[in-house]
């Protein structure tokens, strides 16, 4: 099956491509960053589970939300990441896109 992309213009006038969703493989290695490594503990005190989220989870997960779903950066799909990692408001610029596409992946049922 052939991935639908959508063309956007980042900030520094570059184009980032994304695919449209992420498929259910895509969806679940994302959720494994988050509750794979993350450890549940009960509040001591008002018995409340919490989370423990550190941020090299948040950083593997915005790593991996963007490998996942942006297949061109200034018309090349080499290095991506990397291309990114080198231009702050780009990068900020493709998160953001991919975490709206990621989002209604992860919490709509369709």
Known sequence: MEVKTI?????????VEVKQFLNVLERRSLRSIYFGDSGTELDVDTKAPKTKITSQMVDNFEDTTIKLLVTSYDNSSEK????????PEDFDFALE???KIANGNLTKAK
């Open 7 to 15: 063309k956007h213009t980042s900030p520094s006038g570059k184009e």
């Open 80 to 87: 991506i990441l990397e291309r990114l990692y080198e231009v």
């Open 97 to 99: 896109i991919s975490n």
